[in-house]
T-cell receptor
Framework: EAGVTQFPSHSVIEKGQTVTLRCDPI?????LYWYRRVMGKEIKFLLH????????ESGMPNNRFLAERTGGTYSTLKVQPAELEDSGVYFC???????????FGPGTRLTVT | AQSVTQLGSHVSVSEGALVLLRCNYS??????LFWYVQYPNQGLQLLLK??????LVKGINGFEAEFKKSETSFHLTKPSAHMSDAAEYFC?????????????FGTGTRLTIIP
């Protein structure tokens, strides 16, 4: 069974540009989460999808961040326009309903210069 | 609100020595607690979890953790460190209430093994 995959693994963009991160969850997992780790700090929750619906987006930092999950399969996280403080590692995780274990992807390292 | 404190951002132990990584949590409801490990260039991997069953939890690779409610702690231990244990370790908490599934993480502890 394939695990959670994320693309790209690393992205370097300039301030003001747009970047789209993609996450493919484990097949059959209705729950999809985005987290972010800024250098040296804790991993912080961004948002949670159940199928295609946003269950909890309380962690989204501002309206420059837009997450979608069309059809309840893969998800994208768009940052537009990117700022220096958006640099960090973005993790995606998925889980089955009623299952408390979240399976994490390898992360996307975003560097904004 | 929930929070996790991991004491020591960097811990070094000699190969064969005891590994002790500290985690204290704060939660207004009975918690579920987790330890994750991240090896270089890999994603987070679940080491072990506490979900209100036995207070001493055994995980993969010889790690275990003990839930101590009175101390609000969930420290991770391994009797004998191996070079392959070098990684970053994260403690996390979530509410045991159904539907509230987001994890709250600590800042992580980087474990170095000295040959």
């Amino acid at each position: 069974e394939a695990g959670v995959t994320q693309f790209p693994s690393h992205s370097v963009i300039e301030k003001g540009q747009t970047v789209t991160l993609r996450c493919d969850p484990i097949s059959g997992h209705d729950n999809l989460y985005w987290y972010r780790r800024v250098m040296g700090k804790e991993i912080k929750f961004l948002l949670h999808f159940v199928k295609e619906s946003k269950q909890d987006e309380s962690g989204m930092p501002n309206n420059r961040f837009l997450a979608e999950r069309t059809g309840g399969t893969y998800s994208t996280l768009k940052v537009q326009p990117a700022e220096l403080e958006d640099s960090g590692v973005y993790f995606c995780a998925s889980s089955q309903n009623l299952d408390y274990e979240q399976y994490f992807g390898p992360g996307t390292r975003l560097t904004v210069t | 609100a929930q929070s996790v404190t991991q004491l020591g951002s960097h811990v070094s132990v000699s190969e064969g020595a005891l590994v002790l990584l500290r985690c204290n949590y704060s939660s207004s409801v009975p918690p579920y607690l987790f330890w994750y490990v991240q090896y270089p260039n890999q994603g987070l991997q679940l080491l072990l979890k506490y979900t209100s069953a036995a207070t001493l939890v055994k995980g993969i690779n010889g790690f275990e953790a003990e839930f101590k409610k009175s101390e609000t702690s969930f420290h991770l231990t391994k009797p004998s460190a191996h070079m392959s244990d070098a990684a970053e370790y994260f403690c996390a908490v979530r509410s045991s209430n159904f539907g509230n599934e987001k994890l709250t993480f600590g800042t992580g502890t980087r474990l170095t093994i000295i040959p």
